[in-house]
């Protein structure tokens, strides 16, 4: 299934000649797409001035100034990244570079732009759409409350968005403040740099930076808690990451407008549905979508296509033990990626209901995934229907291809548990026995299927993922028998099943105890977990591996900040 893991590829658009050193050397490939071709707040500033709660009618963004952070301070940026780009590794920590992309855009050199953007969206939760989380109950007040893009750029023949995350106030920040902290950017920038290495689509990181002065307060919870609700409010330091992809349109994007279409709310709704349908045709599927194709053609392709992006991101996110804790159709990206890394987390012990968000339910829990994406594409059908109203065969198609998505996400599912447990095919009998086996055993899931990628033949192998000694001789019975049996249905090599099942993975307690020390200035354990995180695959030290490939230790367990975490601020 190549679409579920392709390792070690190198990326065909790396720069062979010399690399970009200054900003006005990246200036010189801006394009600016979504402000040039679609349609500004009519209500808006036009100097960017725009960063007080209110109702947003119309329009496809609004310009938003970023609010640079206080004396920002480097630690870190992806050199993987900037390799694919063609950006030299100093252009991270030169003055100008750092002021742009910690939010000062005031001196930029041209054709850059000194304003942003923001984009509004609506919400839907599991297949329910609602309002009440906008503060004024129309849906006219949601969309990225501290996410503000300030580049597009085409580079090595690949168009780029770069947001920043806590780039400071918009229009939609429900009265907060716009700034992410520190704590939440480290996670993010290292959870894109793993995904990235994991060979899973996502979003990218490109550069941190936090600041030397600035704070502000966030809810938390007591050291040692085990409260699911934070307790106090903590002083934290402000930092923005960068984040950048083909571009920022989320499924709630699309529900936005075809909300106001479906209402009639003001005389170019449809028509704003539609030019925001087809830039993100433009922007994510130009190479399989034919620009010369009728309307209506091109979005029954955009449904098809998107559906085979989606099932593979979500059998991706299994096979690697990620829980996408809030994924909700605003945190769903149309062009089929990893897009935001709010309240997520990688499974430690085995739980099919794992879910690390102590607010996000069962609904959007480890194995529910399948069906939280199906919910949001229904979602995502939904919106594309105004524009096929005088086209009744093509919004019979768009039904069937709507109805055939869970069919196609089981599918995708058997055809990454197959390649995960080294199979031909997918063994139902053997999956099942497995899962029991697993959950009886308590069993840690990324150091269980590393050992079985080693294709033991006993049990004693396995043993290092155990969470309890294992006394039940049943049990060790049942999992001599299972390992006979996969044995003898086992087709792939050792070295295939580890490059389906990664070795090291982001777990919250590795976080911890880099987020204390970065209080303090200190990035070092940043920059080991970042090196670790680009390789997941790869045996590494000894000393790394026994820090790194372990267990998570028993007294972690539930303990608030470590086994969960409410909405990262």
């Known amino acids: 299934m190549e679409k579920i893991i392709r390792r070690n590829m190198k990326n065909e658009n790396t720069i062979k000649n010399k690399k970009i050193n200054t900003l006005e050397e990246l200036g010189k ?212 990451s960068t984040r950048v992809a083909p571009s920022f349109i989320r499924v709630g994007q699309l529900e936005l407008f075809a909300r106001r279409a479906r209402k009639n709310e003001h005389p170019k709704a449809k028509e704003e549905l539609e030019q925001i349908v087809l830039h993100a045709i433009q922007r994510e599927y130009n190479e399989q979508i034919d620009d010369n194709l009728p309307l209506e053609e091109k979005i029954l392709l955009f449904a098809s296509l998107f559906r085979e992006r989606l099932t593979s991101l979500v059998a991706n996110w299994i096979r690697v033990g990620y829980c996408q804790g809030n994924f909700n159709s605003d945190n769903t990206a149309v062009g089929g990626f990893t897009l935001d890394y709010g309240p997520f987390g990688f499974i430690d012990l085995f739980n099919p209901s794992y879910q690390p968000w102590t607010g996000g339910g069962r609904h959007f829990s480890f194995f529910n995934q399948s069906e939280a994406a199906r919910k949001n594409f229904n979602m995502f059908c939904s919106a594309l229907m105004p524009l096929l109203e005088s086209h009744p065969s093509a919004l019979e198609e768009l039904a069937s291809i709507r109805n055939d998505f869970a069919e196609l996400m089981e599918e995708k599912l058997q055809e990454m548990w197959a390649l995960k447990l080294g199979l031909n095919k997918f063994d139902e009998e053997l999956f099942n026995s497995l899962m029991s086996l697993m959950i009886e055993t308590s069993v840690d899931y990324i150091i269980f299927f590393r050992e079985l990628s080693s294709v033991p033949q006993d049990i004693s192998k396995l043993e290092k993922s155990f969470y309890k000694e294992l006394k039940d001789e049943n049990i060790k019975k049942r999992w001599a028998q299972w390992l006979e049996s996969w044995n003898l249905k086992l087709s792939a090599t050792s070295k295939q099943m580890k490059d389906i099942n990664p070795k090291y993975t982001l777990r919250e307690w590795f976080l911890v105890p880099a987020y204390e020390e970065a209080k303090n200035g200190n990035y070092t354990l940043i920059l080991e977990l970042q090196n670790i995180m680009t390789n997941p695959y790869d045996e590494q030290s000894s000393e790394i591996e026994k820090k790194y490939y372990t267990k998570k230790p028993l007294e972690l367990f539930n303990i608030a900040g470590v086994s969960h975490v409410s909405c990262s601020s």
């Open 29 to 240: 490939l801006a394009d600016y797409s979504f402000t040039n071709t679609l349609v500004c707040d009519p209500m808006a500033n036009k100097d960017g001035q725009n960063f007080h709660p209110r109702e947003v009618y119309n329009g496809h963004y609004v310009p938003v100034t970023p609010t640079p952070i206080e004396n920002p301070i480097y630690i870190t940026h992806s050199k993987t990244f900037f390799e694919e780009l063609g950006l030299d590794d100093s252009l991270a920590q030169s003055d100008d570079f750092i002021k742009m992309f910690s939010g000062d855009t005031s001196n930029v050199p041209k054709p850059l732009h000194n304003i942003g953007w923001a984009c509004g969206y609506a919400l839907s939760i599991y297949g329910t759409e609602y309002y009440q989380q906008c503060p004024f109950q129309t849906g006219n007040g949601y969309g990225d409350g501290r996410a503000i893009s300030i580049l597009e750029a085409i580079i090595n023949g690949k168009h780029w968005e770069m947001q920043l995350k806590g780039g400071g106030k918009t229009p939609y920040c429900r009265g907060a403040d716009g700034r992410a902290v520190l704590r939440s950017s480290i996670r993010e920038f290292l959870a894109q740099e793993l995904m990235s290495a994991l060979n899973i689509p996502t979003s990218r990181s490109l550069s941190l930076y936090t600041s030397a002065t600035e704070t502000v307060t966030r809810p938390w919870f007591t050291e040692g808690s085990y409260s699911k609700d934070p307790e106090v409010m903590i002083e934290e330091a402000v930092a923005i």
